[in-house]
Protein backbone atom coordinates (compact mmCIF):
# COMPACT_ATOMS: atom_id res chain seq x y z
CA UNK A 1 0.00 0.00 0.00
CA UNK A 2 1.39 3.55 -0.95
CA UNK A 3 1.19 6.15 1.22
CA UNK A 4 1.41 9.83 0.34
CA UNK A 5 2.47 12.18 2.91
CA UNK A 6 1.56 16.26 2.48
CA UNK A 7 4.68 18.29 0.99
CA UNK A 8 5.58 21.58 3.45
CA UNK A 9 5.44 24.40 1.53
CA UNK A 10 8.04 26.73 0.97
CA UNK A 11 7.09 30.17 3.05
CA UNK A 12 7.11 32.10 -0.14
CA UNK A 13 4.54 29.76 -2.09
CA UNK A 14 1.42 32.10 -2.80
CA UNK A 15 -0.57 29.34 -0.47
CA UNK A 16 1.66 30.10 2.58
CA UNK A 17 0.69 33.83 1.87
CA UNK A 18 -2.33 34.54 4.93
CA UNK A 19 -5.28 36.34 3.49
CA UNK A 20 -6.17 39.32 4.42
CA UNK A 21 -7.60 39.65 7.85
CA UNK A 22 -11.45 41.30 7.68
CA UNK A 23 -10.60 44.11 9.62
CA UNK A 24 -7.97 44.36 6.56
CA UNK A 25 -10.48 44.32 3.98
CA UNK A 26 -13.12 46.30 5.74
CA UNK A 27 -10.34 49.33 6.41
CA UNK A 28 -9.31 48.50 2.58
CA UNK A 29 -12.81 49.59 1.42
CA UNK A 30 -13.27 52.39 3.33
CA UNK A 31 -10.38 54.04 2.67
CA UNK A 32 -11.49 53.71 -1.34
CA UNK A 33 -14.53 54.68 -0.44
CA UNK A 34 -13.51 57.84 1.54
CA UNK A 35 -11.26 58.65 -1.71
CA UNK A 36 -14.32 58.28 -4.37
CA UNK A 37 -16.12 60.36 -2.18
CA UNK A 38 -13.04 63.16 -1.75
CA UNK A 39 -13.26 63.07 -5.58
CA UNK A 40 -16.67 63.52 -5.78
CA UNK A 41 -16.38 66.55 -3.42
CA UNK A 42 -13.58 67.78 -5.74
CA UNK A 43 -15.61 68.90 -8.18
CA UNK A 44 -18.12 70.58 -6.15
CA UNK A 45 -15.06 72.36 -3.87
CA UNK A 46 -11.91 72.20 -6.12
CA UNK A 47 -8.89 73.07 -3.88
CA UNK A 48 -11.57 73.94 -1.07
CA UNK A 49 -11.93 70.25 -0.02
CA UNK A 50 -12.13 69.52 3.63
CA UNK A 51 -12.13 66.05 5.82
CA UNK A 52 -15.47 68.03 7.17
CA UNK A 53 -17.18 68.03 3.83
CA UNK A 54 -15.95 64.21 2.86
CA UNK A 55 -17.50 62.97 6.65
CA UNK A 56 -20.53 65.08 5.90
CA UNK A 57 -20.79 62.94 2.83
CA UNK A 58 -20.39 59.72 4.23
CA UNK A 59 -22.42 60.17 7.08
CA UNK A 60 -19.46 59.79 9.28
CA UNK A 61 -17.76 62.64 12.14
CA UNK A 62 -14.63 64.05 10.75
CA UNK A 63 -12.94 62.23 13.65
CA UNK A 64 -13.25 58.98 12.41
CA UNK A 65 -11.81 60.19 8.71
CA UNK A 66 -8.33 59.84 10.66
CA UNK A 67 -8.31 56.50 11.43
CA UNK A 68 -7.65 56.10 7.52
CA UNK A 69 -5.84 59.32 7.01
CA UNK A 70 -3.38 61.67 9.47
CA UNK A 71 -5.25 64.62 7.79
CA UNK A 72 -6.35 66.74 4.95
CA UNK A 73 -2.70 66.95 2.70
CA UNK A 74 -2.82 62.76 3.19
CA UNK A 75 -6.09 62.41 1.87
CA UNK A 76 -4.86 64.96 -0.83
CA UNK A 77 -1.76 63.18 -1.21
CA UNK A 78 -3.57 59.76 -2.08
CA UNK A 79 -5.91 61.63 -4.72
CA UNK A 80 -3.10 63.11 -6.32
CA UNK A 81 -0.98 60.06 -6.49
CA UNK A 82 -3.72 57.94 -7.30
CA UNK A 83 -5.01 60.70 -9.86
CA UNK A 84 -1.22 60.66 -11.33
CA UNK A 85 -1.10 56.88 -11.98
CA UNK A 86 -3.96 57.04 -13.82
CA UNK A 87 -3.17 59.16 -16.30
CA UNK A 88 0.46 57.79 -16.89
CA UNK A 89 -1.63 54.52 -17.11
CA UNK A 90 -3.96 55.66 -19.65
CA UNK A 91 -1.36 57.23 -21.89
CA UNK A 92 0.80 54.02 -21.27
CA UNK A 93 -1.95 51.72 -22.70
CA UNK A 94 -2.56 54.04 -25.84
CA UNK A 95 1.25 54.04 -26.81
CA UNK A 96 1.40 50.36 -26.04
CA UNK A 97 -1.27 49.64 -28.55
CA UNK A 98 0.27 51.04 -31.19
CA UNK A 99 2.59 49.73 -33.67
CA UNK A 100 6.28 50.14 -31.75
CA UNK A 101 7.66 51.51 -34.66
CA UNK A 102 5.69 54.05 -36.04
CA UNK A 103 7.22 56.72 -33.60
CA UNK A 104 4.64 59.45 -34.35
CA UNK A 105 1.44 57.33 -34.05
CA UNK A 106 2.70 56.51 -30.48
CA UNK A 107 3.24 60.00 -30.18
CA UNK A 108 0.41 60.88 -30.81
CA UNK A 109 -1.81 57.95 -29.00
CA UNK A 110 -0.09 59.22 -25.88
CA UNK A 111 -1.18 63.27 -26.16
CA UNK A 112 -4.31 62.33 -27.44
CA UNK A 113 -4.98 59.96 -24.21
CA UNK A 114 -4.15 62.84 -21.95
CA UNK A 115 -6.38 65.25 -23.13
CA UNK A 116 -8.81 62.29 -23.01
CA UNK A 117 -7.98 61.07 -19.80
CA UNK A 118 -8.31 65.41 -18.66
CA UNK A 119 -11.71 65.77 -20.48
CA UNK A 120 -13.55 63.36 -18.91
CA UNK A 121 -11.98 63.84 -15.20
CA UNK A 122 -11.80 67.94 -15.23
CA UNK A 123 -11.81 68.11 -11.09
CA UNK A 124 -8.88 65.89 -10.49
CA UNK A 125 -6.77 67.32 -13.44
CA UNK A 126 -7.43 70.54 -12.30
CA UNK A 127 -6.10 69.02 -8.91
CA UNK A 128 -2.80 68.27 -10.59
CA UNK A 129 -2.30 71.26 -13.00
CA UNK A 130 -4.95 73.93 -11.93
CA UNK A 131 -4.48 76.35 -8.36
CA UNK A 132 -2.32 75.05 -6.01
CA UNK A 133 -3.98 74.17 -3.04
CA UNK A 134 -3.64 77.21 0.00
CA UNK A 135 -1.72 75.37 2.57
CA UNK A 136 -0.81 72.65 0.84
CA UNK A 137 3.17 70.86 -0.61
CA UNK A 138 2.93 67.93 -2.42
CA UNK A 139 5.47 65.42 -0.76
CA UNK A 140 8.67 64.04 -3.22
CA UNK A 141 6.81 60.24 -3.03
CA UNK A 142 4.04 62.17 -5.58
CA UNK A 143 7.20 63.22 -8.02
CA UNK A 144 7.56 59.60 -10.05
CA UNK A 145 4.36 59.16 -11.00
CA UNK A 146 3.86 63.32 -11.89
CA UNK A 147 6.50 61.97 -14.36
CA UNK A 148 5.27 59.45 -15.91
CA UNK A 149 3.78 61.16 -19.32
CA UNK A 150 7.18 63.59 -19.84
CA UNK A 151 9.32 60.53 -19.86
CA UNK A 152 6.97 58.21 -21.70
CA UNK A 153 7.58 61.63 -24.36
CA UNK A 154 11.27 61.57 -24.00
CA UNK A 155 11.74 57.68 -24.75
CA UNK A 156 9.65 58.25 -27.86
CA UNK A 157 12.01 61.41 -29.05
CA UNK A 158 15.04 59.65 -27.82
CA UNK A 159 13.81 56.51 -29.99
CA UNK A 160 14.03 58.97 -32.85
CA UNK A 161 17.67 60.37 -32.29
CA UNK A 162 17.00 63.33 -34.37
CA UNK A 163 19.72 65.05 -33.07
CA UNK A 164 19.51 68.67 -32.95
CA UNK A 165 20.11 72.39 -32.14
CA UNK A 166 23.47 72.67 -29.90
CA UNK A 167 22.65 72.64 -26.19
CA UNK A 168 23.74 75.50 -24.29
CA UNK A 169 26.49 74.26 -21.63
CA UNK A 170 25.02 75.55 -18.79
CA UNK A 171 21.59 72.98 -19.16
CA UNK A 172 23.51 69.85 -19.15
CA UNK A 173 24.20 69.65 -15.44
CA UNK A 174 20.49 70.33 -14.99
CA UNK A 175 19.53 67.38 -17.77
CA UNK A 176 21.94 65.07 -16.22
CA UNK A 177 19.93 65.36 -13.11
CA UNK A 178 16.85 65.12 -14.55
CA UNK A 179 17.81 61.91 -15.71
CA UNK A 180 19.16 60.41 -12.68
CA UNK A 181 15.87 61.65 -10.92
CA UNK A 182 13.40 59.57 -13.60
CA UNK A 183 11.61 56.92 -11.89
CA UNK A 184 11.70 54.02 -13.04
CA UNK A 185 15.25 51.65 -13.83
CA UNK A 186 17.37 53.74 -15.85
CA UNK A 187 17.59 53.28 -19.34
CA UNK A 188 20.27 51.31 -21.95
CA UNK A 189 21.13 54.66 -23.22
CA UNK A 190 21.48 58.32 -21.63
CA UNK A 191 18.58 60.30 -24.11
CA UNK A 192 20.50 62.89 -25.86
CA UNK A 193 20.23 66.25 -24.69
CA UNK A 194 18.25 67.45 -27.90
CA UNK A 195 15.94 64.75 -26.83
CA UNK A 196 15.37 65.17 -23.18
CA UNK A 197 14.88 68.95 -24.25
CA UNK A 198 12.14 67.87 -27.16
CA UNK A 199 10.27 65.62 -24.73
CA UNK A 200 10.17 68.22 -22.01
CA UNK A 201 8.84 70.97 -24.53
CA UNK A 202 6.20 68.90 -25.88
CA UNK A 203 5.12 67.91 -21.91
CA UNK A 204 5.25 72.18 -21.51
CA UNK A 205 3.07 72.25 -24.92
CA UNK A 206 1.06 68.99 -24.27
CA UNK A 207 0.25 70.44 -20.92
CA UNK A 208 -0.46 73.93 -21.35
CA UNK A 209 -3.01 73.17 -24.33
CA UNK A 210 -4.68 70.32 -22.46
CA UNK A 211 -5.13 73.21 -19.14
CA UNK A 212 -6.49 75.76 -21.74
CA UNK A 213 -9.29 73.22 -22.73
CA UNK A 214 -10.03 72.27 -20.24
CA UNK A 215 -10.42 75.89 -17.97
CA UNK A 216 -12.13 77.05 -20.94
CA UNK A 217 -9.17 79.47 -22.28
CA UNK A 218 -9.86 77.98 -25.74
CA UNK A 219 -13.83 78.06 -25.55
CA UNK A 220 -15.31 79.12 -28.85
CA UNK A 221 -12.27 79.27 -30.63
CA UNK A 222 -12.29 76.49 -32.95
CA UNK A 223 -15.15 74.83 -34.28
CA UNK A 224 -12.67 71.04 -33.69
CA UNK A 225 -10.68 71.42 -30.78
CA UNK A 226 -9.47 68.03 -31.55
CA UNK A 227 -8.71 68.89 -34.77
CA UNK A 228 -6.41 72.16 -33.20
CA UNK A 229 -4.91 69.74 -30.68
CA UNK A 230 -3.73 66.99 -33.17
CA UNK A 231 -2.15 69.91 -35.46
CA UNK A 232 -0.15 71.04 -32.01
CA UNK A 233 0.55 67.84 -31.04
CA UNK A 234 1.98 67.03 -34.57
CA UNK A 235 3.79 70.47 -34.84
CA UNK A 236 5.90 69.24 -31.55
CA UNK A 237 6.34 65.57 -33.48
CA UNK A 238 8.09 67.90 -35.67
CA UNK A 239 10.08 69.35 -32.71
CA UNK A 240 11.19 65.93 -31.84
CA UNK A 241 12.66 64.66 -35.49
CA UNK A 242 10.00 61.99 -35.23
CA UNK A 243 9.37 61.06 -39.23
Known amino acids: MF ?19 LRARVRAELVEEIKAAARRRLAIDGPGLTLR ?12 LYRYFDGRDALLTALITEAYDELGAAADAAEAAEDP ?16 WALDHPAEYALLYGTPVPGYTAPSDTVPPASRVVVALVRVAAEADA ?5 APALHADLDRIVAQAPGPPPDARPSDPALLAGLAAWSQLFGLVSFEVFGRLAGMFEDPAGHFDHQMQTMADLAGLP
Not at 4 to 18: D, G, I, K, S, Y
Not at 101 to 116: N, P, Q, T, Y
Not at 163 to 167: E, L, Y
Open 3 to 21: SFRARALPVWHPRCVPAPS
Open 53 to 64: AVARDLEMVPSA
Open 163 to 167: GGAPV
Open 101 to 116: ADLRARWMALCRAVRR
